[in-house]
């Protein structure tokens, strides 16, 4: 399954994807045709690989987990996002996000943002959608904010956002 918008596409990271990433990313160059950024994958990335696997290759998690996020017109990765796997029995599931600084404040984040959230409200069992930035983060509270979620905590450092589907 791939989500396209006008200028994005969103492909779920599988786990032939993955390896690729791990290993060597000029395989994933040539199995999805795209640009690959010098610096991708990005650290908290690399670092989220062994979770973003463990959601790939296990069926009930399909699509609830990482997404690749292309630019269109330039066939260019600029981004992840994604859930931490399916709604737990609450109905709830977390959500994150990241986009390359080339291609930040140019709407592409809530672009993107925006078609994983109607396609999970789409999804059974789906309650609520959860997620965290940092109290600095401005460009993430607007995408948050467009996207009617409500902060609902504040810690120092964090806010926690949620939308009730």
Same mark, same amino acid.
């Given at each position: 399954?791939?989500?396209?918008?006008?200028?994005?596409?969103?492909?779920?990271?599988?786990?032939?994807?993955?390896?690729?990433?791990?290993?060597?990313?000029?395989?994933?160059?040539?199995?999805?045709?795209?640009?690959?950024?010098?610096?991708?994958?990005?650290?908290?990335?690399?670092?989220?690989?062994? %979770?973003? +696997?463990?959601?790939?290759?296990?069926? &009930? /998690?399909?699509?609830?987990?990482?997404?690749?996020?292309?630019?269109?017109? @330039?066939?260019?990765?600029?981004?992840?996002?994604?859930?931490?796997?399916?709604?737990?029995?609450?109905?709830?599931?977390?959500?994150?996000?990241?986009?390359?600084?080339?291609?930040?404040?140019?709407?592409?984040?809530?672009?993107? %943002?925006? +078609?994983?959230?109607?396609?999970?409200? &789409? /999804?059974?069992?789906?309650?609520?959608?959860?997620?965290?930035?940092?109290? @600095?983060?401005?460009?993430?509270?607007?995408?948050?904010?467009?996207?009617?979620?409500?902060?609902?905590?504040?810690?120092?450092?964090?806010?926690?956002?949620?939308?009730?589907?």
């Amino acid at each position: 399954m791939r989500l396209q918008t006008e200028r994005l596409e969103l492909i779920p990271y599988s786990p032939k994807i993955i390896e690729a990433a791990i290993n060597d990313k000029s395989l994933v160059a040539s199995l999805l045709n795209v640009n690959v950024p010098e610096d991708w994958p990005w650290e908290e990335v690399l670092d989220a690989f062994p %979770v973003f +696997a463990e959601l790939a290759n296990d069926p &009930t /998690q399909q699509n609830w987990g990482a997404w690749l996020i292309i630019h269109r017109r @330039d066939k260019t990765i600029i981004g992840d996002l994604g859930f931490g796997g399916k709604p737990d029995p609450t109905g709830k599931v977390e959500m994150g996000y990241n986009i390359i600084a080339a291609y930040r404040n140019q709407g592409y984040g809530f672009e993107a %943002v925006q +078609a994983l959230v109607n396609w999970a409200t &789409t /999804q059974p069992y789906l309650k609520k959608i959860v997620a965290s930035c940092p109290v @600095d983060n401005l460009p993430s509270m607007r995408i948050l904010e467009k996207l009617g979620m409500n902060c609902v905590e504040k810690t120092p450092a964090l806010l926690t956002w949620e939308k009730v589907v």
